[in-house]
């Protein structure tokens, strides 16, 4: 927005004889400047003023400016329409298309000479009916990134999901896994404790065996 009205009025002043009033251009590199300032302020509002501020002042400055010489303005016109697809917002196309037609139609109602002097009206009517077919194709091109999106978005839920149920898979094998070595490691506890009181059992058998041999002893002495 604050370039091309540059380009296009030293164009304009070089090449086609432009007036000093010709540099009324240059409020759309001002209005673009003053969007950007304020585009906190303007907040999800702003892509709006961007795309409207360009049409919606060539309205004006082909109603003011020297006739003619801005012979690129519909060219413009459609390089907006161009810019407002990557919002991927069909409301941003709707307000583009409204600020490009409504305002242009109004002015050549208006001043008809200074449009005429540009194109013909039959040249106009051409212009309008590629723009429409244009704007069709904007809307289908929105609707299908937006599809793309959506159905992007399922698969990374499908995904998210997935990874879900595998993240509770793996901590259900750990938790069990845990509990495995924990049993195991009781169980070695009381195999140990198993073990102790065997080896106690047979040394105190053991033990009474050799006072029963002895007291046997005694009794056959």
């Given at each position: ?121 039959s040249i106009w009517v ?77 040394g105190n058998a053991n ?15």
């Amino acid at each position: 927005m604050v370039a091309i009205p540059i380009i296009a009025t030293v164009y304009v002043m070089i090449f086609n004889n432009g007036a000093p009033k010709d540099t009324i251009a240059l409020i759309i590199s001002a209005a673009g400047v003053l969007i950007k300032l304020f585009e906190r302020k303007l907040g999800q509002y702003a892509k709006y003023f961007y795309i409207a501020a360009l049409p919606l002042l060539g309205s004006i400055i082909l109603s003011l400016s020297t006739p003619a010489v801005f012979g690129a303005m519909a060219e413009a016109y459609f390089l907006v329409l161009f810019l407002a697809i990557p919002y991927y917002d069909l409301s941003v196309i709707k307000v583009c298309v409204a600020m490009t037609i409504i305002p242009n139609v109004v002015a050549m109602i208006i001043v008809p000479k200074q449009f005429l002097a540009m194109y013909t009206l039959s040249i106009w009517v051409f212009v309008w009916m590629v723009y429409a077919v244009a704007v069709v194709v904007a809307g289908m091109i929105v609707l299908r990134a937006r599809s793309l999106f959506l159905e992007v978005e399922n698969k990374e839920k499908e995904s998210e999901g997935m990874i879900g149920s595998i993240r509770g898979a793996f901590e259900a094998v750990q938790r069990s896994s845990e509990r495995i070595y924990s049993s195991l490691h009781n169980f070695e506890e009381g195999s140990a404790e198993i073990a102790a009181s065997t080896e106690e059992i047979s040394g105190n058998a053991n033990a009474q065996i050799g006072e029963v041999e002895e007291s046997i002893g005694i009794f056959g002495t």
